[in-house]
């Protein structure tokens, strides 16, 4: 049974900092492209980033690009996002999920699993 178990959320002042931790059981971690995405109340799942199976590609939404930083260690089965510089914008459900596709997709329809996600929370 597939598990995608997300830690590190929590509540942060603007400014602050965050690493999120995915860690992956019962899939072939290697075989995956793992993105981030995040739900604010009201709004739709959008992808924050997102890593191809050997960390050479990595996707970031232009709304994160130079605060967050996403890598992965296969040896692990774990992803990470730090997130830095953090802004009350940010304020989400964070979800991690897994794509055996070849590349990073933005699309969550192309993810085949879905961790049950951990709540960031800004504030200014």
């Known amino acids: 049974q597939v598990q995608l178990v997300e830690s590190g959320g929590g509540l942060v002042q603007a400014g602050g900092s965050l690493r999120l931790s995915c860690a992956a059981y019962?899939?072939?971690?290697?075989?995956?492209?793992m993105g981030w995405f995040r739900q604010a109340p009201g709004k739709g799942r959008d992808l924050v980033a997102a890593?191809?199976?050997?960390?050479?590609?990595?996707y970031y939404a232009d709304s994160v690009k130079g605060r967050f930083t996403l890598s992965r260690d296969n040896a692990k089965n774990t992803v990470y996002l730090q997130m830095n510089s953090l802004k009350p914008e940010d304020t989400a459900r964070y979800y991690c999920?897994?794509?055996?596709?070849?590349?990073?997709?933005?699309?969550?329809?192309?993810?085949?699993?879905w961790g049950q996600g951990t709540q960031v929370t800004v504030s200014s």
């Open positions: 019962g899939l072939t971690f290697s075989s995956y492209v």
């Open positions: 890593i191809n199976w050997s960390g050479g590609s990595i």
């Open positions: 999920a897994a794509d055996q596709g070849l590349v990073v997709s933005t699309l969550p329809r192309t993810y085949d699993y």
